[in-house]
């Protein structure tokens, strides 16, 4: 790959880890299928319990760990309220 390639590689994996956190991150896996990541995509932001799609912050994160990912329900929570690196979007300079 070619240096300026690799800069700028490296430039977007920054601003993306600033940006997304952990749990908003696996949305972007390219490990996963697209059927999976759309999944997922859609269930991510759920906060309404009314909502046939909603999972609760546990058992999503129960079931991420059971695929191999490091997710605390913690996190899913901080992600959903608002709380989480994926908020500084716009915000940096
Ligand atoms: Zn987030």
């Given at each position: 790959m070619p240096?300026?390639?690799k800069l700028a590689t490296a430039s977007q994996k920054y601003i993306s880890d600033l940006t997304t956190c952990k749990f908003a991150s696996i949305t972007s896996d390219q490990g996963?299928?697209?059927?999976?990541?759309?999944a997922l995509a859609?269930?991510?932001n759920l906060t309404n319990r009314?909502?046939?799609?909603?999972?609760p912050h546990q058992t999503l994160a129960d079931l991420l760990r059971s695929e191999g990912?490091?997710?605390?329900?913690?996190?899913?929570?901080r992600h959903r309220g608002g709380n989480c690196s994926c908020r500084r979007l716009g915000k940096i300079s």
């Open positions: 240096l300026a390639d996963l299928s697209k059927k999976d990541r759309d859609e269930v991510i009314e909502d046939h799609r909603y999972i990912y490091d997710v605390s329900a913690s996190a899913i929570s």
